[in-house]
C-alpha cells in the first residue's frame, strides 16, 4: 500500500496523501495468453510455497475442467518459494510442468508485464485511505481484465 507517485512538477510546494502503516495486499498470478485467463491466490501475509501450491492447484482445477488431457506448463522466476522441493513436488502430483526462466530476466515473464500494468493503472498517483479501498481497486482491475482492458 505504498505510494506510487506518477509525476509531480510544480512550482508551488505540494502535499500529496499517502497510507501509512504497512499493511499488504499480495496478488500470486498465473497468466494465460493464449485465452487471455488469469488465476490468482490473494493473502495479506506473505507469499510462500503453499500459496504456490493453491495457485497449481487452481490452474489444475480450471484445466481439468475444460481440457483434462492438456499438459500444462508453468514459467516461473527464480524466487525462493518457487524453486523450492515443496513445490516441484506438488507440480509432480498434479501433472504440471514448471519452466524456470533464466535469473534476472522479469522482462521474458508475461505476468511481470500484468504486474507493471496493474501498478500503472490502479496505483500510480492515487490514494487509497484504507486497505479495503486499496484491495477492491486491485481486485477490480484484475477482475475486469478481459472486459475493460483487452
Known amino acids: 500500500m ?32 493464449i485465452s487471455n485467463a488469469l488465476v490468482t491466490v490473494t493473502n495479506d501475509k506473505y507469499i510462500n510455497s503453499l500459496s ?23 514459467v516461473l522466476d527464480n524466487d525462493s518459494y518457487q524453486r523450492c522441493d ?16 533464466p535469473t534476472y530476466s522479469p522482462n521474458l515473464n508475461l505476468i511481470e508485464r500484468l504486474w507493471r500494468f496493474v501498478k500503472k493503472e490502479c496505483l500510480n498517483s492515487k490514494y487509497y485511505p484504507t486497505l479495503k479501498f486499496f484491495r477492491a481497486a486491485i481486485s477490480n482491475c484484475l477482475d475486469g481484465l478481459n472486459d475493460k482492458y483487452i
Request: include cysteine; charged fraction near 20%; glycine fraction near 6%.
Open 86 to 101: 515443496y513445490v516441484k513436488i506438488v507440480a509432480k502430483r498434479l501433472n504440471i510442468e514448471l519452466l524456470f526462466l
Open 2 to 33: 505504498g505510494a506510487y507517485l506518477g509525476n509531480v512538477w510544480c512550482r508551488n510546494r505540494v502535499f500529496i496523501k499517502v497510507p501509512c502503516g504497512r499493511q499488504r495486499f499480495n496478488v500470486l498470478g498465473a497468466y494465460n495468453p
Open 52 to 74: 504456490v501450491e493453491d495457485l497449481l492447484e487452481k490452474i489444475r482445477f480450471q484445466y481439468n475442467i475444460t481440457a483434462p488431457t492438456t499438459p500444462i506448463t508453468i
